[in-house]
């Protein structure tokens, strides 16, 4: 897959996933960020750093992105979330306007 048509999302500790540009789209905050005009380092190297969010809450948001994109085609399935990581997902869902 050509670089341009992948984002890599960095967890506070450094932890490094690589994800379609699609699939990151689900989200409104990286949208703006990597589509803005101007010369965002988000936008021109399309990579975004959470130093706020763990490499666990990030993993999961990056498989609510995939799940979100199946979904919107028609595939209903569940998307199970750990008890223990609730608030902490919602805090970053909330930040990121998923």
Excluded at 9 to 23: P, Q, R, W
Excluded at 42 to 67: A, D, N, R
């Amino acid at each position: 897959m050509p670089k341009n048509e992948t984002v890599k999302l960095i967890s506070a500790e450094g932890f490094e996933f690589i994800i379609d540009k699609k699939a990151a789209m689900v989200s409104q905050t990286l949208r703006n960020m990597l589509t803005s005009p101007g010369s965002f380092a988000e936008t021109e190297h399309g990579q975004v750093t959470f130093p706020e969010i763990s490499t666990t809450i990030l993993e999961k948001i990056c498989q609510y992105f995939y799940w979100s994109l199946q979904y919107a085609s028609g595939k209903e399935t569940e998307f199970h979330i750990e008890p223990e990581l609730t608030l902490e997902l919602m805090m970053a869902a909330n930040y990121l306007h998923t």
